[in-house]
T-cell receptor, first 110, second 113 residues
Framework: RKEVEQDPGPFNVPEGATVAFNCTYS??????FFWYRQDCRKEPKLLMS???SGNEDGRFTAQLNRASQYISLLIRDSKLSDSATYLC???????????FGAGTTVTVRA | NAGVTQTPKFQVLKTGQSMTLQCAQD?????MYWYRQDPGMGLRLIYY???????DKGEVPNGYNVSRLNKREFSLRLESAAPSQTSVYFC????????????FGPGTRLLVL
């Protein structure tokens, strides 16, 4: 089983819609969780960290479910500019090194 | 600030050739990382350096060597390239050592024939 797994998508949604997707992780000792955004043929950029209590940044909401070992990202009121691949990253707990998922592709259409 | 820069942007090699990928950061960060990204797989850590003068292996170090030349620069060397090393290589840096706020370079696309 991969350490971090994501539904590759693509999730095709109209502008203004809400889209949500999850990332599951296998190491129960993981302590830190992140969402990165990667545009086509570009480098990943940190979108947000995921805290135990969940956190929100504008239209983006991240949640952590430790019992079921997954994190989620919800995008409200989708914009065309939200089209990207979203990578989740989870630290391995023992050495703080991150394991990345392969990414979920979101395409927002006009 | 340029942030994290990488050279070259693209490279084509023949099997058995060697090359060095260069990475530099101007943010006075302590830690630097090399990743590879392949289709259908997440970013995988090749090597990292928590400080000038130290380097450690990541998940997939075989076939690579690194040098932390100074605080700014961290190079990745392929001594004898293989087709399996065809990938996109990203360098990243951060102030701390816990990979909590990494800044990535634009990447190097490498094709090994």
């Amino acid at each position: 089983r991969k350490e971090v797994e994501q539904d590759p998508g693509p999730f095709n949604v109209p502008e203004g819609a809400t889209v949500a997707f999850n990332c599951t992780y296998s190491n129960s000792a993981s302590q830190s969780f992140f969402w990165y955004r990667q545009d086509c043929r570009k480098e990943p950029k940190l979108l947000m960290s995921v805290y135990s209590s969940g956190n929100e940044d504008g239209r983006f909401t991240a949640q952590l479910n430790r019992a079921s070992q997954y994190i989620s990202l919800l995008i409200r009121d989708s914009k065309l500019s939200d089209s990207a691949t979203y990578l989740c990253a989870v630290n391995r707990g023992n050495d703080y090194k991150l394991s990345f998922g392969a990414g979920t592709t979101v395409t927002v259409r006009a | 600030n340029a942030g994290v820069t990488q050279t070259p942007k693209f490279q084509v090699l023949k099997t058995g050739q060697s090359m060095t990928l260069q990475c530099a950061q101007d943010m006075n960060h302590n830690s630097m990382y090399w990743y590879r990204q392949d289709p259908g797989m997440g970013l995988r850590l090749i090597y990292y350096s928590a400080s000038e003068g130290t380097t450690d292996k990541g998940e997939v170090p075989n076939g690579y060597n690194v040098s932390r030349l100074n605080k700014r620069e961290f190079s990745l060397r392929l001594e004898s390239a293989a087709p399996s090393q065809t990938s996109v290589y990203f360098c990243a840096s951060e102030l701390g050592t816990r990979q909590e706020t990494q800044y990535f370079g634009p990447g190097t696309r490498l094709l090994v024939l």
